[in-house]
């Protein structure tokens, strides 16, 4: 029986494969990268994260406990920001857009995708947080959905405190 044919598959299959699960592992050490990452911002504020969420190049978490929202994004330089809740009367989407014509209609594109939280005290401006930036990436994968979802968690958050 001729061997060669079976083994020749077998690496062809292999060659395919092998990419996928480097992609992958890779993948994996630089979610747990992150995640420590925040960790140790809430660490050093005394929290623990008991909700977090990675999309793309951040990563957003809160300690429900003590209330306190933490926030870390890393591309040409890193943000680490924390926010204690208990400062904060509101949470809001900011999203700002632009509108773009061409031969088929105008059309509305996101430039910049924040959370923006508004402080008790008016003489403190906003504090932001940014999901997206169209500068810094070309096209959303899942920040509208996440910064909608975690302004609905925060505020839900602050209505308890309150």
Same mark, same amino acid.
């Given at each position: 029986?001729?061997?060669?044919?079976?083994?020749?598959? #077998?690496?062809?299959? #292999?060659? %395919?494969?092998?990419? $996928?699960? @480097?992609?992958?592992?890779? /993948?994996?050490?630089?979610?747990?990268?992150?995640?420590? /990452?925040?960790?140790?911002? #809430?660490?050093?504020?005394? %929290?623990?994260?008991?909700?977090?969420?990675? %999309?793309?190049? $951040?990563?957003?978490?809160?300690?429900?406990?003590?209330?306190?929202?933490?926030?870390?994004?890393?591309?040409?330089? +890193? +943000?680490?920001?924390?926010?204690? @809740?208990?400062?904060?009367?509101?949470?809001?989407?900011?999203?700002?857009?632009?509108?773009?014509?061409?031969?088929?209609?105008?059309?509305?594109?996101?430039?910049?995708?924040?959370?923006?939280?508004?402080? $008790?005290?008016?003489?403190?401006?906003?504090?932001?947080?940014? $999901?997206?930036? #169209?500068?810094?990436?070309?096209?959303?994968?899942?920040? @509208?959905?996440?910064?909608?979802?975690?302004?609905? @968690?925060?505020?839900? %958050?602050?209505?308890?405190?309150?």
């Amino acid at each position: 029986m001729n061997l060669g044919i079976p083994i020749i598959l #077998a690496i062809i299959i #292999a060659i %395919c494969i092998v990419p $996928f699960i @480097l992609m992958s592992r890779n /993948s994996k050490k630089r979610e747990r990268k992150t995640l420590q /990452s925040i960790i140790n911002i #809430a660490n050093q504020q005394d %929290c623990t994260i008991t909700k977090h969420e990675i %999309c793309g190049d $951040f990563i957003i978490g809160i300690d429900e406990t003590k209330n306190f929202v933490f926030f870390f994004k890393q591309l040409n330089i +890193v +943000v680490e920001q924390f926010i204690n @809740l208990a400062d904060i009367q509101n949470c809001k989407v900011k999203n700002t857009t632009s509108t773009v014509t061409n031969k088929h209609g105008n059309y509305n594109v996101i430039d910049k995708l924040e959370l923006s939280f508004i402080p $008790f005290d008016k003489k403190k401006k906003e504090i932001t947080m940014e $999901f997206f930036n #169209a500068d810094n990436s070309i096209q959303l994968v899942g920040e @509208l959905q996440s910064v909608e979802k975690w302004s609905n @968690l925060i505020n839900d %958050c602050l209505k308890y405190k309150k």
